[in-house]
């Protein structure tokens, strides 16, 4: 059975930083490119951050150089480090784990920033 478990949300005011993590069981980790989207109250769901079984990233414009996407296969864990936090990134996130035509998605964490 694949579980995503996310961990690390909360509230925290402006500016300030949280780190949210993303257990993967079940699945090959270090095959997948995982995925970190959020979504926010009335909005669609977005793509923040991924990382690909390889290593490389890309982040959406509007979270570059705040909120960095790494990951530790010998842990299968995904991490998503959030600095410089504002109002805009209250969301509930969510990781996803993609392998081809093959993807999961975890529950959803919220993150509430207050100004």
């Known amino acids: 059975q694949v579980q995503l478990v996310e961990s690390g949300g909360g509230l925290v005011q402006a500016g300030g930083s949280l780190r949210l993590s993303c257990a993967a069981s079940?699945?090959?980790?270090?095959?997948?490119?995982m995925d970190w989207y959020r979504q926010a109250p009335g909005k669609q769901r977005e793509l923040v951050a991924a990382i690909t079984s390889g290593g490389s990233t890309k982040s959406a414009d509007s979270v570059k150089g705040r909120l960095t996407i790494s990951r530790d296969n010998a842990k299968n864990t995904v991490y998503l480090q959030m600095n410089s936090l504002k109002p805009e990134d209250t969301a509930v996130y969510y990781c996803?784990?993609?392998?081809?035509?093959?993807?999961?998605w975890g529950q959803g964490t919220q993150v509430t920033v207050s100004s």
């Open positions: 996803h784990a993609s392998y081809y035509h093959i993807d999961y």
């Open positions: 079940g699945i090959i980790f270090s095959m997948y490119t």
